[in-house]
């Protein structure tokens, strides 16, 4: 199997776009959430917080011809891979129309709003605002077709719709079509956009924080007074490539993907299971052959849910008891769903080159219902190790595990 490494990465989150301000953000603990009085109109639902992408005006950076096709989900992931592919040095370069670069790529759904226009169509018998392109403004797999799109890419495409597990999933698919020879470049990541709906889904299972007067205190992942969590948006997305390639070339290399573990719990679709979480951590470090000892520090899904955070934790001490650091960047984006595994991911590797990682925000008294495990609070802490993982566990019980390797 072929090494593969990441040689460029590119986002748009709710704390900026580029590491330098985003990690001034997190050094400060500073955090993305904050209230939304503009869904003060939505009767029923309880929570009114979320964490934005402030001011995000994607469609004028383009022309109308290449824009006609995406909601803000698409826009989102387009500028995150351009990003991306600068800071490879591909953006230009032949290699991405070649047919050797693919894509794999994830969110939730597309975007929302064009929903509206069929459901006018079922109740009413007809709709207005049906156009061409509204299916494929919200169809699941939008974001990796209009990359393609816009980006001339002619390569396979993996398009992963697996809720929380998209971003990840689509790395891990990424790593493994480079590893087996199947693709030289893949662009892989996940975007989602923010949108009432999701907020909706969470809330009819009580999921989410109301804590509406003081979004600056939420939410709190691994806490024995977490009150749920907050929905986020954003994008990203790396550029994985052939280490030998990359070397070739000359390319910035910022991490290796060395292993990648995913699987399904099999049971039920909201209730989320310690051993198939454990089984996916192990099936990474299988693929990477290493011991639990080799990864210095994890990063935890960390919804500030209460099945979720006690499932992850005690799957996370079977695997590595006190030897791991562990903490959750939710914290400080909210859950942005198809696009965390990607963006954890991004700022993981940015962090493991620091030695430098976040505390989780908002953690002041750990629940004892989680597991034995070291957890990041208070202060960011200095760490030189050379592995990371990092975890996120979905609905509809999949779960995956990546480790990255600094080189």
């Known amino acids: 199997m072929r090494r593969v490494v990441v040689t460029g990465m590119g986002g748009v989150t709710a704390l900026g776009d580029d590491w330098p301000v985003i990690r001034e953000a997190l050094a400060a603990g500073r955090t993305a959430v904050r209230v939304m009085p503009e869904w003060d109109r939505f009767e029923g639902v309880n929570t009114r917080l979320a964490a934005p992408v402030p001011n995000f005006s994607g469609g004028e950076r383009y022309p109308r011809k290449k824009t006609r096709t995406m909601g803000p989900v698409s826009l989102m992931a387009v500028q995150a891979t351009e990003r991306a592919l600068a800071t490879a040095g591909l953006l230009d370069d032949p290699v991405v129309r070649s047919g050797t670069t693919g894509i794999a790529y994830g969110s939730s759904f597309g975007s929302p709003a064009p929903v509206l226009g069929f459901a006018e169509l079922m109740q009413h018998g007809k709709s207005k605002t049906l156009n061409a392109t509204s299916y494929i403004?919200?169809?699941?797999?939008?974001?990796?077709?209009?990359?393609?799109?816009?980006?001339?890419?002619?390569?396979?495409?993996?398009?992963?719709?697996?809720?929380?597990?998209?971003?990840?999933?689509?790395?891990?698919?990424?790593?493994?079509?480079?590893?087996?020879?199947?693709?030289?470049?893949?662009?892989?990541?996940?975007?989602?956009?923010?949108?009432?709906?999701?907020?909706?889904?969470?809330?009819t299972l009580f999921a989410t924080s109301t804590r509406n007067d003081a979004p600056s205190t939420t939410p709190k992942p691994y806490d024995r007074d977490r009150d749920g969590l907050v929905i986020g948006e954003g994008a990203t997305t790396l550029i994985l490539e052939d280490y030998d390639r990359a070397l070739g070339r000359g390319a910035p290399i910022f991490a290796e993907v060395v292993g990648y573990g995913t699987n399904t719990d099999g049971s039920h679709v909201t209730q989320p299971r310690a051993e198939t979480m454990e089984v996916a951590m192990r099936l990474a470090l299988r693929d990477a052959d290493l011991s639990p000892e080799a990864i210095g520090m994890v990063n935890g899904h960390g919804t500030a849910t209460d099945a979720g955070d006690i499932a992850e934790t005690t799957a996370t001490a079977a695997v590595f008891g006190l030897a791991a650091p562990i903490h959750s960047l939710k914290s400080y984006f909210g859950h942005t769903l198809g696009a965390c595994g990607a963006l954890e991911a991004w700022l993981g590797i940015e962090m493991l080159r620091e030695g430098w990682f976040v505390p989780t925000a908002n953690l002041k008294n750990i629940d004892p219902r989680c597991g034995d495990l070291d957890y990041l609070a208070g202060n960011p802490r200095r760490i030189a190790c050379e592995r990371f993982m990092s975890n996120n566990f979905a609905f509809g019980g999949i779960n995956t595990s990546l480790i990255f390797a600094r080189l």
């Open 137 to 203: 403004q919200m169809m699941s797999h939008t974001a990796a077709v209009n990359i393609g799109l816009f980006f001339g890419v002619t390569g396979r495409v993996i398009t992963t719709s697996s809720a929380c597990t998209s971003g990840s999933q689509a790395i891990g698919y990424a790593y493994e079509a480079i590893g087996w020879g199947k693709a030289d470049v893949m662009i892989a990541g996940g975007a989602e956009e923010l949108d009432i709906t999701e907020a909706a889904v969470f809330d």
